[in-house]
Structure formats: C-alpha cells, structure tokens
C-alpha cells in the first residue's frame, strides 16, 4: 500500500524511508485571502481547503492556522482579572486593572481583515509590575479534544501539529511589549524584565505537562519567528537557548517531535542551529529573499530536518518558473531525505493563478522524484 501524507509526514521525522520527495507548502491564507476577494482559479474555488491541498497534491501542516478549526492551546483569565472592553467595527481598546495599575491594550482590523496590536500592555518599565500580576493570572491549558478534531481535518494529508506559546523572550518581544519598548526596559530594567520572564515560564508549567502525557500529540512547532531584528547572539545564548533546551528537552523525553520557526534574516544565528534542541528547523529563507545561501544553511544545519526551503518570491511571476525549479532541485539535493520541503515562509498572498499552478508544479515534481 503506497505511503499517506501523514505516514510520509511522522517517517521524515523518525528517520525512515520515503516513497519520494515529501511536499508539505502553506497556503492556507492564500486561500483565505482570494476566496474573500473571489477570484480563486475556478478549478478550486467551490472546494473545501483540504479539497484544495487534495487538487495540489501536496500535505498540510498546522490543524488551526486559518483552517477554521480551533487552537488547541487555549488561553483564559482567571477570575479576579477585571477587563473593560469598548469595542467598535475596526477598533478594540481594553483596559486590566491590576493591584499594580492599569494596563491598556488596543487592536485595529487590518485590510487584511485580522486584529492587530497597535498599542501594547506593557510600555515601560514601571508597568512590568502589573504585568507580572496579569501574567501570572492567566491559564494555558491544552484541549485534547479540539487537537483530535484539527488532526481529524487534516486527515491523512499529514500530522496535524499546533504551536506552544512564545519562549519568555518573544512573548515579550511580540506580544506583551512593542519591540522597541521592550529592548530599552531589558537594557535599562534587566532585573525586572527577568523576574517577567521567570512568571510567564512558570505559567507554562501545566500545560507542558499535558503536552508531554497526551497520546495525541506528536510533532510540536515552536512558532517563535526567530530573526536577526529582535534579538542579539548574546540575548539568544542568555535567554532562548536555556529555556529551549528546557522545554524542547521535556517533549523530547516524552517521544514528541518538535522544531522551531526561524524567518527574516538570521546570519548571526548560523553558528547556534545545530545546537539547537529540535528535531526540525522550519521557514529558514535562502536569498535571494533572505541574508544566506542554501549551502551555508547546509554548512551549519547538523542532521537536522530542514521544513521549507523554498523561498516565497519563486512563487510570483517576477521570478521564472525555471528560478523556481533550480532551486527546488537544489533544496532537494541538498537536504533530502531530511527534509519537508515547503515554502519559506509560505505561499504570498498576493500571488494570482499563476501561483497556484506552481504549487501544483512543485507538487507533480515531487510525487515523481522517489527517494
């Protein structure tokens, strides 16, 4: 019996043998996106998105990522946590009153009709207290049940996998803090950025627990967005590398996959990717879209699964669809059979039909390069 997405999907990461090429993109909010603007290529557009990846050929990846299904890893106040809420068509302003001050939040609908933070909860070092309070008053917990159902979705077409929360470092870097505010209160208020950090690691604790007892889960993604624009190696070494080895080692113990998402430009990082404690490195980006070359991603990956490979920009007619199959092949010569080849980062949403018919290019190809 031939090989599924999904047998295909959990053998790359066991180190077993491929039938061919495993082909696994990200397209979904390219989906997401023309289906709303109408104009998907009529021979998909009354099709469901696991219809979709079935035209393509080609594996899904993550069970909640603009799929309509729910995020495993839920997240909730706990009930002394007093939130006022005004909200209008494009514009949501919270405020949390903590023992320490308030806090406000605001979100703004992007044209891309999703909510995005434009004023952040914590903004100087004197609201870090109050932070503290909040963070350590929410609740993580995993829902088995929404994974099974997100896993059921995807089907065989792969292992339906989920991301954990931001590491200490970058749920602070991008999302309790604007970046910027964030970098001058660990340069001005080390001390009190660190004991945050210790409060959101500790509110992990539980659902790193229920991760490493559930059957279910089997690959783990680290969707951290790892790029040069927010940290240094001295704060990579300092403050994500420890808490990796710590978290990642506690999946790994317990037979669960995991690898991280790394995108924008990394040169600085080279040298740390085959020490780090993960299975996989996803979305790492070549040139001419990122600031290395797939060879020197090769130099320095170790024995790691390489997921992606395939810059974005090929996937756009600017670039030659012959662009588009040399560095297919390369990727392929290089980090097969250690490899989910996909899309760095993944399919552009601005891209048109033509697009579309270089998934299904890179699909066909793949389906008939055997291992």
């Known amino acids: 019996m031939p090989m599924t997405f999904r047998e295909m999907n959990l053998a790359v990461f066991r180190g077993e043998a491929l039938p061919h090429v495993f082909f696994q993109p ?10 709303r603007a109408g104009d998907l290529p009529a021979e998909i557009a009354g099709l469901s998105l696991p219809e979709i990846y079935d035209r393509v050929g080609a594996s899904m990846r993550t069970v909640h990522y603009y799929t309509g299904q729910p995020n495993p890893v839920e997240a909730a106040w706990a009930g002394d946590v007093k939130v006022a809420e005004q909200r209008s068509d494009t514009e949501i302003r919270r405020r949390f009153d903590t023992p ?17 933070t434009v004023e952040f909860l914590a903004k100087v070092p004197d609201d870090l207290p109050a932070l503290r309070w909040l963070i350590e008053r929410q609740v993580i917990r995993l829902n088995a049940e929404k994974l099974r159902a997100g896993q059921a979705f995807i ?25 910027e505010d964030f970098i001058y209160a660990l340069a001005d208020a080390p001390a009190a950025v ?10 992990y604790d539980a659902l790193y627990e229920q991760l490493t007892s559930c059957p279910d889960v089997r690959i783990i ?31 790994r113990a317990a037979g669960v996959f ?60 600017h670039h030659s669809r012959e662009e588009l199959a040399a560095c297919v092949e390369r990727v392929v010569e290089l980090f097969h059979p250690r490899l989910v080849l996909g899309i760095s980062d993944e399919l552009p949403e601005g891209g048109g039909a033509e697009a579309f018919e270089r998934l299904k290019w890179v699909a066909d190809w793949c389906r008939r390069h055997t291992c």
């Not at 040298?271 to 996803?282: K, Q, R, S, T, W």
């Open 221 to 251: 993604n680290f969707g951290e967005n790892i790029a040069e624009a927010y940290l240094t190696p001295w704060y990579f070494e300092r403050y994500c590398l420890p808490w990796y080895r710590k978290r990642a080692g506690q999946l």
């Open 26 to 35: 990200r397209f979904e909010p390219w989906v997401d996106w023309h289906r």
């Open 100 to 116: 320490r001050g308030a806090l406000f939040q605001t979100q703004r609908l992007s044209t891309g009709q999703s909510w995005r």
């Open 194 to 203: 660190e004991d945050v950090m210790r409060a959101i690691d500790a509110g």
């Open 155 to 179: 089907g065989d077409r792969g292992e339906g996998h989920f991301w954990v929360p931001k590491s200490p470092y970058f749920a602070l870097a991008q999302g309790w803090m604007r970046l």
């Open 258 to 317: 995991t690898h991280i998402h790394i995108d924008g430009n990394f040169r600085s990082l080279l040298p740390y990717l085959a020490e780090m404690p993960f299975d996989g490195l996803e979305a790492l980006t070549p040139r001419p879209q990122g600031d290395v070359s797939l060879e020197e991603i090769r130099e320095h990956i170790g024995n790691k699964i390489l997921l992606d490979g395939v810059p974005a920009v090929f996937f756009l007619d």
